[in-house]
């Protein structure tokens, strides 16, 4: 590890020990944003809604995370309910759930963006109609005149402009310096009814943790039958992200500690690669000439006819390469020499024990030695050293 290499070490990991104290000391934030989101218990997400659904609906209620095109194509329904809380509908899905509805459902939009091609299907336009920090949501139906609710956080202010004839108006949002504002109608349409709600936010948590703010969304949700709902949540896997790096993204500290270290990467190699960046010269390479060499011996100790000799040379070469490269000590070409070597280069057992009697035919100068056994020998000892 070179000198340069150990300071950006040191200072990557004196960067990562400040991030990390400031991170501790750090106050939690509330998350204000309106994801809507069903698993976020941030102020205005849907968790306390997804949880207590179920029994809001008897029990009958499927939450879908595909879109409402893709479930009715694989799915044939009876008469049910529809509802769609603060998530994009597309044009081919809103066919499907008008299909569905002039059959015989009901659908209810709580969303604060409702597309054109929804709108004028249904007959009206939505706007913003009130810039105030605090409204009043309530229902005109006289049974829920004590039910209201009080938006005092960010407040949409979305209301209808425009009605066409024979959409009725079933809750208003009421403020001190303005008339009342519809934003909460139904139509009907084919054997079906349409409920459309332009302030989705009295179903966060925020609110329904409020006491006394349950009993507008439970009016509110009364209008729907009591039968099977669908809810189609925010597909799972568009909503959220299949990244392997998503828990690191998703954890603000996480998400700068490894932006951190990539930076500090970056810096690292481009200042490293500019350093050892530099022309090197083309060296012709020495020519290798030792096969030529120990051929031309090799070809002199087989004119010679010396194969003792050569069994020699050859027994001191293996077992050279046995020392250095597998550790193990050739001084006793015994039986537990045999057994190490055996488990260091998994070769049988036998093969081992024969070429260990070659080797010592080898070293004895008063061995009778045939060129078979030289043969034989070398090829034993490549076998053995071959990986």
């Known amino acids: 590890m070179n000198k340069t290499f150990k300071i950006y070490a040191v200072v990557f990991i004196i960067i990562m020990v400040i991030l990390a104290l400031f991170e501790v000391n750090k106050k939690e934030t509330t998350d204000w944003r309106k994801n809507f989101d069903v698993n976020e218990k941030s102020p205005f997400g849907l968790f306390v809604f997804s949880e207590e659904a179920n029994e809001l609906f008897g029990n009958d209620l499927k939450k879908i995370d595909e879109t409402p095109y893709d479930y009715y194509h694989e799915h044939k329904k009876e008469g049910h309910n529809i509802l769609i809380i603060e998530r994009t509908v597309d044009s081919e899905s809103w066919k499907s759930i008008l299909n569905q509805v002039n059959a015989g459902s009901d659908a209810m939009l709580i969303v604060s963006e409702m597309p054109k091609e929804i709108s004028d299907s249904i007959g009206f336009y939505d706007s913003q109609l009130s810039f105030e920090d605090q409204n009043v949501l309530k229902l005109t139906d006289k049974a829920y005149q004590n039910d209201f609710i009080k938006l005092d956080k960010f407040p949409s202010g979305k209301g209808f402009t425009y009605i066409k004839p024979g959409v009725e108006v079933l809750g208003k949002t009421v403020e001190k310096n303005n008339s009342d504002q519809a934003n909460f109608i139904k139509t009907r349409f084919g054997k079906g009814n349409i409920y459309v709600h332009s302030e989705p936010l009295f179903l966060t948590n925020y609110y329904l943790l409020k006491k006394g703010n349950t009993r507008y969304a439970e009016d509110v949700l009364s209008y729907l039958k009591n ?6 949540v925010e597909s799972t896997t568009g909503g959220q992200s299949r990244f392997f790096m998503r828990f690191i993204f998703s954890n603000p500290a ?5 932006w951190v270290f990539l930076g ?3 810096l690292f190699i481009f200042f490293n690669a500019k350093r050892k960046q530099r022309i090197v010269p083309v060296i012709e390479p020495l020519k290798n000439t030792s096969v030529d060499f ?4 090799g070809n002199l100790y087989l004119q010679e006819g010396d194969f003792h000799d050569m069994m020699g040379k050859k027994a001191q070469y293996f077992l050279n390469k046995v020392r250095m490269d597998l550790l193990i000590d050739t001084q006793h070409l015994d039986e537990e020499f045999i057994k190490k070597l055996q488990l260091k280069t998994g070769k049988p057992l036998e093969m081992i024990q024969e070429a260990v009697e070659l080797i010592k035919k080898g070293q004895d100068p008063y061995a009778a030695v045939m060129r078979e056994d030289l043969v034989k020998m070398n090829a034993l000892l490549d076998k053995i050293l071959k990986s």
């Open 227 to 232: 039968r099977e709902t669908v809810w189609f």
């Open 254 to 258: 996480l998400k700068y500690a490894w």
């Open 264 to 266: 500090g990467m970056l």
């Open 294 to 297: 120990i051929r031309s011996i």
